[in-house]
């Protein structure tokens, strides 16, 4: 398939040799609890696929991003939605440090070992439920001297078996008092965190999406960002990052998944020509939407309108991947999908896109509200 080619090549240029290696392995442990596709990818060089070439990383832009993404949710779905956790967070924190003074020295030097070391990020915050902005806190903190201190737990957490640093988001009092978010960069090796089994589910099991437990986790001053009184918009500008590179790269992990379907019904011909053209317009909509948005954000396309707009192409993909995913299973037929316990499993990996924040309600009303001119304002 064509751009599903365009994607791999990306891959390749960025990762060589992963998508073979992934390939390598059969599906069924490829996708399975203690799978080695997480460590195939940081030996692949994928922890700096979003870091900046002056951090030792691939610089990579917003369209190649998404490219890359969907050839590894292709080859694993579980590492599609893993690698996807990292990245938007890698992306995110890396478009504060890009201005001077945004970020402590310390803070700089936690994201300057990224790429070089291979350190893979967690996230904390709230994905994998739907009705919460994915940067509303799922973990307490509470002062300390020369610090904080958090309790809490994250269930499902990507990436919790091989993770170098969690971010959480937090709540804490702002200079007048009142609660503000802030984000904390918190060792995995850390005194207190300790991770327990959570996802019973075969589907997306390789990503590690365990509970991670935070008990009286000291973390210092100088690894907590949070807004301040010369740079009030600090954390806005780290919101809006978070959910463009998190819906772009998310939707297009579930695209890859689709796209191995696809393929294996054009590669077998299943079907008459009127049926595989419907298939492929199908799955090239949503690859048009994640790859148009990308552009967009490549291009400087930022707040509130990118934020829009990658919601937009999120919600529109999550529809064509749906009407594509059942469309390919039927042409395979029913013989296929008893004897190929790959096409059940991946009929079932691209559901969970569904899963991710924000909810189709809270997005619907936020989106006419600011279509109307308003603000937009996620729930």
Request: with cysteine.
């Amino acid at each position: 398939m064509r751009s599903l080619d365009v994607a791999r090549d990306a891959c390749e240029r960025h990762h060589p040799g992963l998508v073979k290696s992934l390939a390598d392995i059969p599906p069924a442990e490829r996708e399975a609890p203690g799978s080695p596709v997480i460590d195939l990818f940081r030996t692949h060089g994928g922890t700096g696929l979003l870091a900046p070439a002056a951090y030792g990383g691939h610089g990579v832009d917003a369209l190649e991003a998404v490219r890359v993404t969907r050839a590894v949710g292709a080859s694993s779905p579980s590492l599609g939605v893993a690698a996807t956790m990292h990245n938007f967070t890698t992306a995110m924190l890396f478009a504060l440090a890009a201005d001077a003074d945004r970020l402590t020295p310390s803070q700089i030097r936690e994201l300057a070992r990224i790429a070089p070391e291979g350190l893979l990020l967690a996230s904390g915050w709230a994905e994998g439920r739907t009705e919460q902005n994915i940067l509303s806190p799922s973990v307490v903190c509470a002062p300390v001297d020369g610090g904080f201190l958090v309790n809490g737990a994250k269930k499902p957490c990507s990436l919790s078996g091989s993770m170098s640093l969690l971010t959480a988001s937090v709540s804490v009092p702002g200079e007048n008092g009142s609660p503000t978010l802030a984000v904390l960069l918190i060792p995995a090796d850390s005194p207190g965190i300790t991770v327990h089994p959570f996802w019973s589910s075969p589907v997306l099991a390789a990503a590690q999406s365990e509970e991670v437990r935070l008990a009286d986790v000291f973390v210092p001053d100088s690894l907590l960002i949070r807004t301040t009184a010369d740079d009030p918009k600090r954390l806005d500008d780290l919101q809006a990052a978070a959910f463009v590179w998190f819906e772009m790269l998310v939707t297009s992990a579930y695209v890859g998944a689709a796209s191995t379907l696809v393929e294996l019904v054009l590669a077998r011909g299943r079907g008459s020509v009127s049926d595989r053209a419907a298939l492929g317009l199908h799955l090239e909509n949503a690859v048009a939407l994640t790859e148009g948005v990308a552009r967009a954000v490549r291009d400087g396309l930022d707040g509130d309108d990118a934020v829009s707009a990658v919601l937009v192409a999120r919600f529109a993909a999550q529809t064509a991947i749906g009407l594509a995913t059942d469309l390919a299973v039927e042409l395979l037929g029913g013989i296929a999908f008893i004897t190929a316990p790959e096409i059940a499993y991946l009929c079932s990996a691209v559901r969970p896109l569904g899963f991710h924040p924000p909810s189709r309600t809270s997005t619907a009303d936020a989106l006419v509200e600011y279509w109307a001119g308003g603000p937009l304002v996620l729930a």
